[in-house]
C-alpha cells in the first residue's frame, strides 16, 4: 500500500513518467517551403497519401518495439528543386526520441525535441529525388551528388542507405556522371580558382615604389624623425623581399596552371568510350579510382536524370516515394527492430500511390 501510494504521489509530482512506445501529438511544419499554409487544397493528394503512411506507421511492430522512445508523427511540404518541372515534395517523419525529449504529459515530447534529435524512426519522403544522397560539386552546368551505399533491398525495391526507393517500372531518378562530365567540371573549377586567384594577388604583384617611400619619409622627418627612419626601414626590407616573395607567389600561380593543363591532358588522351564510363571516387589523379579501389564498393557520382517524367504540371501527382529508417544512435539495440520496421511496411500499399 505504502508502495502504490508512492508511485502515486510521484505520477503527480511528474517525476515518474508514462510506459514509452506511446504516440505524442502529430505537428506539421506549419508554412510549407512554398510559403503557403501546410494544408492549402493544392497539398490535399499528398496529404491523403501521408494519411496512407500514417495508417500503416501508428501500429508499426518495429517502431513499438524501440527501446526508450516516445513516437511523434511529423509532416512538411518542402521545396521542389525544379518548381516549373517537379511536383511538390513531401515528408512525414515517424521518430522516436528518448528521455530527453520527453515532456511531464503521459505522452508529451517537448518543443525542442527536434533539436535533440530522434533515436530512431521511419522516414517517408515523396516526390523527393535526393533523399538518399549527398550533394557533391557543383556549377552553373553541372550539379552532382555522392550516390548513397547500395544496401540490401525491401522486397526488391532497389535500396540506397537503407532507404527503399519505389517508382513506377523501379525507374532511378538519377543517372551516372560520366568521366568526361567530371572531368569538365574539374577543368571548369580549376579555370575559376586561377581566376580568383588572380585577382586577388593583382595588386600584390605590382612593384612596390620605394622612391615614393622615401620621399614620403623625408617629408614626415621633420615632424617625427623616429617614425621616418622606421618607415623607411621597412620599405627597404620590403623592397628587398620583393623579388623572393613575388617568385613564391609565381610558383603558386604555376602550380595552378599546371593542374589545369594535367586535366585538359587527360582528357585529350582519353578515348570517346573512357570518357562516357560512370565517374567513380578514389584517390588517383583527378579522384578516379585506383587499380586497387576498383575492387571495392564503388563510390558513384551521379546527377539528377533530365529525362524522368516529372509532371509539372499536376503537381499534387505522387511519382516517387523514398522509405528511410534514419538512425541518429546507430546501435544493436535500434539497427534490428528499424529493419524490421520497414520490412514490415506494406510495400504494395505504398507503390499503389505512384500515379
Not at 515523396?126 to 550516390?147: C, F, G, K, S
Amino acid at each position: 500500500m505504502k508502495r502504490l501510494l508512492l508511485i502515486s504521489a510521484l505520477l503527480i509530482a511528474g517525476v515518474v513518467r508514462a510506459e514509452p512506445n506511446c504516440w505524442a501529438a502529430n505537428v506539421d511544419e506549419p508554412i510549407s517551403a512554398e510559403d503557403r499554409p501546410i494544408h492549402h487544397p493544392a497539398y490535399k493528394p499528398i496529404h491523403a497519401a501521408m494519411d496512407v503512411v500514417e495508417a500503416m506507421v501508428r501500429p508499426n511492430p518495429g517502431l513499438l518495439a524501440l527501446p526508450e522512445v516516445r513516437l511523434r508523427l511529423k509532416r512538411a511540404v518542402l521545396g521542389a528543386i525544379d518548381p516549373q518541372r517537379m511536383p511538390y515534395e513531401a515528408v512525414i517523419h515517424a521518430h522516436g526520441f528518448g528521455p530527453k525529449a520527453w515532456g511531464r504529459g503521459s505522452c508529451e515530447v517537448i518543443p525542442q525535441a527536434e533539436r535533440l534529435g530522434p533515436r530512431a524512426g521511419i522516414s517517408v519522403f515523396i516526390n523527393v529525388p535526393t533523399a538518399t544522397m549527398n550533394r557533391w560539386e557543383h556549377d552553373e552546368q553541372l550539379v552532382t551528388y555522392l550516390e548513397g551505399e547500395l544496401t540490401p533491398s525491401f522486397q526488391g525495391w532497389p535500396t540506397y542507405r537503407e532507404c527503399a526507393v519505389l517508382s513506377k517500372e523501379r525507374r532511378l531518378p538519377w543517372i551516372a556522371v560520366t568521366v568526361g562530365e567530371m572531368l569538365a567540371y574539374y577543368e571548369r573549377d580549376q579555370q575559376r580558382k586561377l581566376a580568383d586567384w588572380d585577382r586577388s594577388h593583382e595588386r600584390t604583384l605590382q612593384p612596390f615604389d620605394l622612391a615614393a617611400a622615401e620621399r614620403e619619409a623625408a617629408r614626415i622627418s621633420a615632424q617625427n624623425a623616429q617614425a621616418a627612419a622606421l618607415m623607411l626601414k621597412l620599405a627597404r626590407q620590403r623592397k628587398e623581399g620583393e623579388a623572393g616573395y613575388h617568385a613564391q607567389l609565381r610558383a603558386q600561380r604555376q602550380r595552378q596552371v599546371d593542374e589545369l593543363e594535367r586535366l585538359r591532358a587527360a582528357l585529350a588522351a582519353m578515348s570517346a568510350v573512357e570518357l562516357a564510363q560512370p565517374y567513380y571516387l578514389g584517390t588517383g589523379p583527378h579522384r578516379l579510382q585506383t587499380a586497387a579501389e576498383a575492387a571495392r564498393p564503388p563510390k558513384r557520382i551521379v546527377k539528377l536524370d533530365p529525362s524522368f517524367p516529372w509532371d509539372g504540371k499536376h503537381r499534387g501527382r505522387i511519382q516517387l516515394i523514398t522509405v528511410c529508417a534514419p538512425q541518429l544512435e546507430r546501435s544493436p539495440s535500434y539497427h534490428p527492430p528499424m529493419r524490421d520496421a520497414i520490412a514490415a511496411l506494406d510495400f504494395a500499399r505504398l507503390a499503389a500511390l505512384i500515379n
